[in-house]
């Protein structure tokens, strides 16, 4: 069983749509990453987090350190938004991250 | 500000020929320093880790080996590539808050 688990591995959505990407994970950690991987190729980091929830624009990330669960929401989806998702976690005693399998996302107009 | 340069962007190499990937780092110094590699269907998974010059841990045994000549700069090498070898490298360092930066990537396809 892998470390961190994320659910699903792929999503259509029609644009407008909520939309939610989950992430478990099993091992104790220090932070939490919510990543964005385009087409090409490179990552962008959107989100750490340690506690609670965040917001960037129409992102929102929350993590429930108890459950070791988190989840990634995107509020009024656009084509744009169309990328691989990542979770990734950093453990107490490691300096590197664990990483999900991703989610792709895809956002029809 | 702080940036990290990987390249190349993509790379077509036959088997049996060597590899060198480059990583540099800009405006931070002693920095963390990670290699992933991301193979087809799976997520990134730790090749090398650096917390300085001359200083590596390998995560995954193969044919791989990296290097820190210098504090930021981060090499990914192999004197023969295997098929297995392809997939997305990815370069990253940590910063002392946690968060972390990443580079480009480069997609290596071993014919």
């Known amino acids: 069983k892998n470390e961190v688990e994320q659910s699903p591995q792929n999503l259509t959505a029609q644009e407008g749509e909520f939309i939610t990407i989950n992430c478990s994970y099993s091992?104790?950690?220090?932070?939490l990453h919510w990543l964005q991987q385009h087409p090409g190729g490179g990552i962008v980091s959107l989100f750490m987090?340690?506690?609670g929830k965040k917001k960037h624009g129409r992102l929102i990330a929350t993590i429930n350190i108890q459950e070791k669960h988190s989840s990634l929401h995107i509020t009024a989806s656009h084509p744009r938004d169309s990328a691989v998702y990542i979770c990734?976690?950093?453990?107490?005693?490691?300096?590197?991250?664990?990483f999900g399998k991703g989610t792709k996302l895809s956002v029809k107009p | 500000s702080q940036t990290i340069h990987q390249w190349p962007a993509t790379l077509v190499q036959p088997v049996g020929s060597p590899l060198s990937l480059e990583c540099t780092v800009e405006?931070?110094?002693?920095?963390?320093l990670y290699w992933y590699r991301q193979a087809a269907g799976r997520g990134l998974q730790l090749l090398f880790y650096?917390?300085?010059?001359?200083?590596i841990s390998s995560e995954v045994p193969q044919n791989l080996s990296a290097s820190r000549p210098q504090d930021r700069q981060f090499i990914l090498s192999s004197k023969k590539l295997l098929l297995s070898d392809s997939g997305f490298y990815l370069c990253?360092?940590?910063?002392?808050?946690?968060?972390?930066?990443f580079g480009s990537g480069t997609r290596l396809t071993v014919v």
């Open positions: 990253a360092w940590s910063l002392v808050s946690g968060g972390y930066t």
């Open positions: 091992v104790g950690i220090s932070a």
């Open positions: 987090l340690s506690s």
């Open positions: 990734a976690v950093k453990g107490r005693s490691q300096g590197n991250l664990i």
């Open positions: 405006g931070t110094s002693n920095p963390n």
């Open positions: 650096s917390v300085g010059i001359g200083q």
